[in-house]
């Protein structure tokens, strides 16, 4: 039963991530909820294992932050990843490297039921547009709303109890099937993935080759001094601050601004 509730509890995140309606919108859904070290913190509060929540969602979220849909085209689900993936992980005990390497293919597979969520989305318009010429507000609401909420809501939830239901067993049989150097080769695959999104976010966050000297900081902080994600983050929350303040002081502005102006002496080359 206790299990069974917990699931529930999953399948109900992974929805709130997965719906355009949720609670907050999109940006509590899937901007803040669907994010993995989100995913990892929640379900390991949930299974009783923060610490091993904590070390997948971080994993996790190096591996898929470059992931975003294109001009609406899904090629993964993220929030697959955050919530069902996580806790079979979790349950299984499974390294990071090979939690990394089943999530994939999961991942690109659910997010293809995006398409028969559309699919269906496609029957509801021709329910409103009956409603409309009808004038008929509660077939407009059945076509609008129940329908696509109740279908996608159905849809998430047997995903999740299908995976954590019939996946742990999958996963362990998948385990004892596959041979080792095989589960081996999986995780060196997976552990490339994080390397790969830091890579990404680099790429984008880094404006100017003086701002690697926070890559190298964060990197030193790890690797000589032992320093833990948390210590770290609120380093790294404080340096920030103290960089936007210094970066919006009304000076710096002007003179920003001031160097971006002509004067009467400047000469135009043609």
Known sequence: MAYFVQALLVALLYH???????????????YTLQRPLVGGLLVGLLFGDVQKGLELGVAFQLAYMGAFAVGGAVSIDVGVVSY???AIAIINGLDTGTALAI??????????????????????????RKGIEEVDYKKIELGNV????AFLAAMNFAVVFVLMYLGTGAVDSLLAVVPQNVMHALGLLGGVLP???????????IV???????????????????MGFIPIAIFGAALAFLYWKIDSRPEASTASASANVFTDDDEVEL
Not at 16 to 29: C, H, Y
Not at 208 to 214: A, E
């Open 146 to 149: 129940i329908l696509p909420q």
């Open 195 to 205: 390397a790969v999104g830091m890579a990404m976010l680099l790429k984008f966050n």
């Open 16 to 30: 709130l991530t997965n719906t355009f309606a949720s609670f907050g919108g999109m940006v509590f859904g899937r």
């Open 103 to 128: 999530a994939a293919p999961i991942s690109i597979l659910t997010a293809n039921l995006t398409h028969v969520m559309r699919a269906f989305n496609t029957v509801c318009t021709g329910i409103v």
């Open 84 to 86: 069902p993936v996580m």
């Open 208 to 226: 100017g080759n003086w701002m690697f000297i926070f890559f190298v900081l964060g990197f030193m902080m790890v690797s000589s001094m032992g």
